[in-house]
């Protein structure tokens, strides 16, 4: 990708793993840790990569990582990245947001949502279809046409994403933020192999996915 614009990305990998039983960013996936996997990823197609772990594991991870900056999380996902926000040079005109335990996302993820941003929007999100039947727990079937599944690397213009973040609001993703500050977020393709690793059932998934 062109150095110009400066295109920099935060890697969130700041989580606990509560849900999932372990830390697992550290996690090996074919060979490699997860984190390793989004790191290197994000290297490929961006001029400088930050990444958010827990604060016990600066030290260690900033000898291991290829990145730019390793930072100390917060108490939310949304502290964790305005952290990561801190490191990134204020010369950056695009910020990428993405969560470590999405290693698989490819970089022709990255260069269409950053392409999005370069041409004008606020931001831009991946985005792919809900397959599944989602019941309302009100009672009901929601009509999945009218739903996405959004993803990461999201990408945003790098003076708006500091301004939404600068009031230290909470929120699961940051085109939330940035559409609670006003501004237009476009959607374009994710992809289905771009999986969270959420539970230990993702792991074969993932793996799968790299067989193919």
């Known amino acids: 990708m062109a150095t110009d614009?400066?295109?920099?990305?935060v890697v969130v990998a700041?989580?606990?793993?509560?849900?999932?039983?372990?830390?697992k960013q550290y996690l090996e996936l074919a060979g490699s840790r997860i984190v390793d996997r989004s790191v290197a990823v994000a290297a490929q197609v961006c001029d400088g990569v930050v990444v958010v772990v827990p604060a016990g594991d600066v030290e260690t991870e900033s000898a291991r990582l290829a990145a730019d900056s390793?930072?100390?999380g917060g108490a939310s996902r949304a502290a964790s990245v305005r952290n990561g926000l801190a490191a990134v040079p204020h010369d950056a005109d695009i910020?990428?947001?993405h969560d470590a335990a999405r290693p698989l996302a490819s970089p022709d993820i990255y260069e269409r949502v950053v392409q999005e941003v370069h041409?004008?929007?606020?931001?831009?999100?991946?985005v792919v279809p809900v397959t599944d039947t989602i019941r309302s727990v009100d009672g009901g079937v929601v009509d999945r046409s009218t739903l996405q599944a959004v993803q990461t690397p999201q990408a945003f213009q790098a003076e708006l994403l500091r301004m939404a973040h600068a009031?230290?609001?909470?929120?699961?993703?940051?085109a939330s933020l940035v559409e609670a500050a006003g501004y237009a977020v476009v959607a374009v393709d994710g992809h289905?192999?771009?999986?969270?690793?959420?539970?230990p059932d993702d792991l074969a998934?993932?793996?799968a996915w790299l067989a193919t």
């Open 205 to 207: 998934a993932a793996e």
């Open 119 to 126: 041409s004008g929007a606020a931001g831009a999100v991946p």
């Open 5 to 9: 614009p400066s295109v920099w990305t």
């Open 167 to 174: 009031d230290a609001a909470d929120a699961t993703d940051d």
């Open 70 to 72: 390793v930072v100390a």
């Open 192 to 199: 289905p192999r771009n999986i969270k690793i959420t539970h």
């Open 14 to 23: 700041a989580g606990s793993g509560t849900r999932f039983g372990a830390a």
């Open 95 to 97: 910020i990428c947001v």
